[in-house]
């Protein structure tokens, strides 16, 4: 089926009509495009294909060996230390809206594509909620729920497979009688601060599920050296429970806390000046909170404290907890928020975690809404705001992230993600959620078309994860030749910032050109190691001073420039003084300086890309280059070249070349036989643009409200891309289009030149329906 309106007179006139009626179909809203059904039924990729990726990740044997943090702050395996280790994490979409955990047949199925997918790492969520699915009384685990749950990590340790758990995952718990376990109304994540009832049920929780015996491997789930780390409640950070107003129930803590710290009501008078009211009084715990959007004052300042008091208290009793029960893994939690205050609490853990999302839905009424622009233009703030979460000397993962379905752009995130994070040497990434689906043809569950944050049927952001094996995983895309250190106090986190604040734009930025981490110092002075670099840099407001002598030339790897976070990026804080044209004015000078600074102390080469003033930004290592304004980003490393546009051009990358196209796309070349792309003689081809699914519906032009999420067959977007590649082995190359399995479909006109081959892809013209995958070999 292909959905095209041939007459323009026609379509103009079909596309008015609609617009007219405030209803939008897919097939027809886009009026000059064309979407071609994915005809294949099954997903599971064909081992010895061109998207085996099983040879990156080590062999299925069983885990013996713990994952720890090394000397140089990145995850390793115990028995080798000093080999840090990337984990590429494929989330298991297995609620119990999916049908719950597969049968043991399905389990093998599922486990052995994971690892064709080059997942050496999985993540499970909500796992007591599909546990109490349908269960009346509390803990009344399905029996047949939990021995699959079990059976399900056995398989991930006995091929060589490490997991990541959630020690809570949802407000309801394990609380029976509860009709959507989805809908939390146990208070559960809250509780767990200061409700005794609700932290013994945590502790039985974590007890029960992990601390009992896995009949199918011998050991406790806490004892497996498989289990390599929990998140202690996930996204449980108090700035996100309490960010439609902090709640009253609290009251009687903050002033238990203010009076710790005051003394007095008059002591607290004293401090906050006129800020106290008339009626308030820490004595009878009549406190005020400020509201959401509310900016710096000297409430605001205590209220963060407070809850980073909290918070650390709180994760120093779980974490202590679980190592009674035998956990020898490693612990996180609040992977959520970017406020100083929430990236300081952050930093007690050796593994930061962190999720983000651009589009994420929004509900208006009983619609959803996702927005349809370029993640790309203003300059990848999604992907700068995990990066800037980062703590120098932890090991750092993003265990959710996503472009997500159905914004128009979200190819651009199969670039930006993994080449990012391999810039920036993050130790884990993991796109959210449902990695692997076997079929579009599913026995229970919603796994027949696209549905928001379900990556196992969405042929968009499956290439996005085929990218990230690649540039990130394999290790493509090379490391920063710099690391610039982030100082962050407690003043920074508490009384410069609120709980809309974010770290500036000038200097989120610096993650798009070098290394960048935060240094936590909770006494506001700074560390020793610090102190032993003699090459200190102070970006200053506005930041264009420098060392003396040049010293910062001799240091190559661990650059020390100290970074003050002054808080003009107030990005979601629309009300306050501050209005955004003037914050972004004043951030954009100072980034201005920035950039001459890293020029300065050569931290850039003089040919380096970066222009501020064009919004184009270039890695100190030259491979990755992303021109915001033209929502374009190219990569360009021996094995691997790709770009991501929005106007169709001329492109001329190094092997790669963007002949023409009819409209945008990402085009990506990546060698598969560990040979360079020049040299190469087998190589797989990604093409993707945008998928839908059939008769989706919308009330808005845009495509940003829903009205029906539509039926199957899945549609991509068509593109016509002409390429030329230049490779030595030009005269016996062939070039084939395959299906989302990896296997062979078409053959490709090819053309050799006296460099190079030539050849058109035309998603419109395959035999075999939409892909996003093609072939060249000899």
């Avoid at 093998?108 to 080059?118: A, E, F, N, S, T």
């Avoid at 944050?453 to 710099?482: H, K, Q």
């Avoid at 999420?709 to 016509?720: A, D, E, F, N, Y």
Wanted: charged fraction near 20%.
């Amino acid at each position: 089926m292909k959905t095209q309106l041939k007459s323009s007179v026609f379509k103009n006139l079909f596309i008015s009509i609609l617009c007219f009626t405030a209803v939008f179909n897919t097939t027809v809203c886009s009026a000059l495009e064309t979407w071609v059904p994915v005809k294949d039924v099954s997903l599971m990729v064909e081992p010895g294909s061109i998207l085996d990726f099983s040879s990156l990740i080590s062999p299925p044997k069983p885990i013996d060996s713990r994952i720890i943090i090394n000397s140089q702050g990145h995850f390793s395996l115990e028995n080798q230390p000093e080999k840090s280790q990337r984990f590429l994490v494929g989330s298991l979409g297995f609620g119990s809206s999916l049908g719950g955990f597969p049968s043991h047949d399905l389990t093998d199925l599922y486990i052995k594509q994971y690892r064709l997918h080059g997942y050496n790492m999985a993540r499970l969520d909500f796992v007591e909620a599909t546990l109490m699915e349908g269960r009346q009384k509390d803990f009344d685990f399905s029996p047949e729920q939990l021995d699959r749950f079990y059976y399900l990590l056995a398989q991930l340790k006995s091929n060589g497979i490490y997991y990541l758990l959630n020690g809570l995952s949802n407000d309801n718990g394990a609380y029976g009688d509860v009709t959507e376990r989805w809908i939390g109304n146990k208070g559960m994540i809250s509780g767990v601060y200061f409700d005794v009832d609700k932290q013994a049920h945590w502790k039985k929780l974590i007890e029960r599920i992990y601390g009992s015996t896995n009949p199918y491997t011998g050991v406790t789930t806490l004892k497996d050296p498989a289990f390599a780390g929990m998140i202690l409640v996930n996204e449980g950070n108090l700035v996100f429970v309490n960010r439609n107003g902090v709640k009253p129930e609290l009251k009687p803590y903050f002033s238990k806390w203010l009076k710790t710290k005051y003394g007095s009501n008059k002591a607290l008078k004293a401090a906050w000046g006129n800020e106290l009211q008339a009626d308030e009084n820490i004595e009878i715990n009549q406190i005020n909170f400020p509201k959401p959007d509310a900016w710096t004052s000297h409430r605001m300042s205590d209220l963060q404290a407070f809850f980073f008091d909290t918070e650390k208290k709180t994760a120093d009793w779980m974490t202590q907890y679980v190592s009674t029960l035998g956990f020898k893994g490693q612990v996180t939690s609040y992977n959520l928020w970017h406020s100083p205050a929430a990236q300081a609490i952050r930093g007690q853990f050796k593994w930061v975690d962190m999720h983000n999302y651009f589009g994420h839905p929004e509900y208006i009424g009983s619609q959803m809404k996702v927005r349809q622009d370029s993640m790309l233009q203003n300059g990848a703030s999604y992907v700068r705001e995990l990066a800037s979460a980062k703590h120098l000397g932890k090991a750092f993962t993003v265990t959710e992230h996503g472009q997500v379905f159905w914004n128009q752009y979200r190819r651009e995130n199969g670039l930006a993600i993994p080449a990012y994070a391999a810039l920036q040497s993050w130790d884990a990434i993991c796109q959210h959620s449902g990695a692997v689906d076997l079929s579009y043809a599913p026995t229970v569950g919603r796994k027949n078309i696209i549905n928001p944050f379900a990556v196992g049927t969405d042929p968009i952001s499956r290439a996005t994860e085929t990218l990230a094996a690649l540039l990130y995983l394999r290790g493509d895309v090379a490391p920063a030749l710099s690391t610039i250190s982030i100082k962050l106090t407690p003043q920074d986190a508490f009384d410069k910032s609120a709980h809309l604040g974010n770290t500036p734009a000038d200097v989120s930025k610096l993650s798009l050109v070098t290394g960048i981490g935060l240094d936590w110092q909770p006494k506001g002075t700074p560390t020793a190691k610090q102190l032993n670099f003699d090459a200190e840099v102070e970006f200053n407001e506005p930041g264009i001073s420098s060392n003396k002598n040049g010293v910062i030339k001799q240091v190559k790897s661990t650059q020390n420039l100290g970074l003050k976070l002054d808080n003009l990026a107030k990005q979601y804080a629309g009300g306050l003084a501050y209005k955004f044209s003037k914050v972004k004015m004043i951030a954009d000078d100072r980034w201005s300086a920035r950039v001459q600074n890293l020029r300065n102390a050569q931290l850039i080469n003089t040919d380096n890309l970066t222009n501020a003033e064009q919004g184009i930004y270039q890695s100190d290592t030259g491979e990755v280059v992303l021109d915001s304004e033209q929502k374009r980003m190219t990569v360009i490393t021996a094995k691997t070249e790709a770009v991501v546009f929005d106007q169709p051009s001329t492109i001329n990358l190094r092997q790669l070349l963007v002949l023409s196209a009819n409209a945008a796309a990402l085009v990506a070349v990546s060698a598969m036989d560990n040979l360079p792309l020049a040299t190469s003689k087998r190589m797989l081809v990604v093409l993707s643009t945008d998928a839908r699914n059939t008769n989706m519906r919308f009330s808005d032009v845009e495509q940003t409200t829903l009205l029906d999420l539509g039926r199957s067959p899945v549609l991509i977007r068509s593109t016509k891309v002409k390429l030329a590649l230049r490779n030595t082995n030009r005269n016996l190359l062939k070039v084939f289009s395959t299906n989302l399995r990896g296997q062979r479909q078409d053959a490709i006109n090819v053309k050799q030149t006296d460099t190079s081959i030539e050849f058109e892809l035309d998603i419109s013209k395959l035999t075999h329906g939409a892909t996003t995958y093609f072939e060249i070999s000899v």
